[in-house]
């Protein structure tokens, strides 16, 4: 059965860093896009990272541009996030998202996906 797990998160102080890991897991597709949002409470949900895993594709948004990066490891179906210089701001709660067997083309954070995680929060303290 194909479903998305998230770890990583968690507290730190503000200027830590936290990994969190996403894997899409029991998808036999390599030509997935992956995105993580976040949602911070009262706030809208926002798509800050996306990567399409056949390669091609990295998307980091300007909020945690310079901060944030989106990885993959090798070929499979698990990304990472990492967060460094962590503020305050980015505390919310970290969802992972997938989308299966996509064209690279279509791989956004305003795609409509097939399959989220649970979330995994984040808090930073100052």
């Known amino acids: 059965q194909v479903h998305v797990a998230e770890s990583g998160g968690g507290s730190v102080q503000a200027g830590g860093s936290l990994r969190l890991s996403c894997e899409l897991a029991?998808?036999?597709?390599?030509?997935?896009?992956m995105v993580w949002f976040r949602q911070a409470a009262g706030k809208e949900r926002e798509g800050i990272a996306a990567?399409?895993?056949?390669?091609?594709?990295?998307y980091i948004a300007d909020s945690v541009q310079g901060r944030f990066t989106i990885s993959q490891e090798n070929a499979e179906n698990i990304v990472y996030l990492q967060m460094n210089d962590l503020k305050p701001e980015d505390t919310a709660m970290y969802y992972c998202?997938?989308?299966?067997?996509?064209?690279?083309?279509?791989?956004?954070?305003?795609?409509?996906?097939?399959?989220w995680g649970q979330g995994t929060q984040v808090t930073v303290s100052s």
């Open positions: 029991g998808s036999s597709y390599k030509s997935n896009c």
């Open positions: 990567i399409y895993t056949a390669g091609g594709y990295e």
């Open positions: 998202a997938a989308a299966e067997g996509v064209k690279r083309t279509y791989c956004s954070v305003g795609l409509d996906f097939n399959y």
